[in-house]
């Protein structure tokens, strides 16, 4: 599967709309996170490992929104309550390369503009709109948040397959955790009021 056939993924599309977040505020965030120079040479490492788990990492994330009912509403039809597949189907690809994408971010405008468009997709701006479906119309902000402890802790295993020391599994996975929390964080910024954020 190339990215150009992962349906609604648009990072690096020049048509999206600025982050009203400048680069200096990134910065400022990635210091707050202790997100430095190692962590990103660490994610890089972390590639690596997991670019060929990317499946079995999916299956473990979708089985526990699968296994979670008020997480998957967020992905069912707002009045048959039944499961979306073909919405499933596509983030799910979109969720693969964002675990590629996380190990190899370029913290560029554009990945920037990307991640407002991700919290967009969560947010009652812009839930549903990618994929056209009718699912539940908005994420509140505390699931968004909450999913990073999942998303982090589930991958230490899968860092730690390929015989890398127990050092350098901990290492990849502190950036991969911080990492995430970074996107986290930055996908929230549509649900704050102007100047709150």
């Known amino acids: 599967m190339t990215i150009k056939s992962i349906p609604g993924y ?5 048509t ?38 990317v499946e079995a990492i999916l299956d473990v994330w979708y089985g526990f929104v699968g296994s979670t009912p008020h997480l998957l509403a967020y992905f069912s039809d707002a009045k048959t309550t039944q499961p979306i597949g073909a919405y499933l189907d596509a983030v799910r690809k979109r969720f693969g390369q964002w675990i590629l994408d996380t190990c190899r971010a370029d913290y560029d405008v554009a990945w920037l503009a990307y991640q407002d468009e991700v919290g967009r997709r969560h947010h009652r701006s812009g839930k549903n709109k990618t994929d ?15 999913l990073v402890l999942p998303i982090s802790v589930t991958m ?24 995430t929390l970074l996107q986290a964080i930055l996908w ?5 009021k102007d100047g709150d954020f």
């Open 132 to 146: 056209g479906v009718s699912a539940a119309p908005h994420i509140p902000m505390r699931h968004v948040l909450a």
């Open 188 to 192: 929230c910024r549509p649900y704050a």
């Open 156 to 179: 230490k295993p899968f860092l730690a397959k390929k015989g890398h020391s127990a050092a350098e599994v901990e290492e990849m996975h502190a950036a991969w955790t911080k990492a």
């Open 10 to 14: 648009r990072l690096g599309d020049t």
């Open 16 to 53: 999206l709309p600025k982050s009203p977040l400048t680069m200096d505020d990134l910065a400022v965030l990635k210091a707050s996170l202790l997100f430095g120079e190692n962590d990103v040479m660490a994610l890089r490492r972390a590639h690596d490992v997991v670019k060929d788990q």
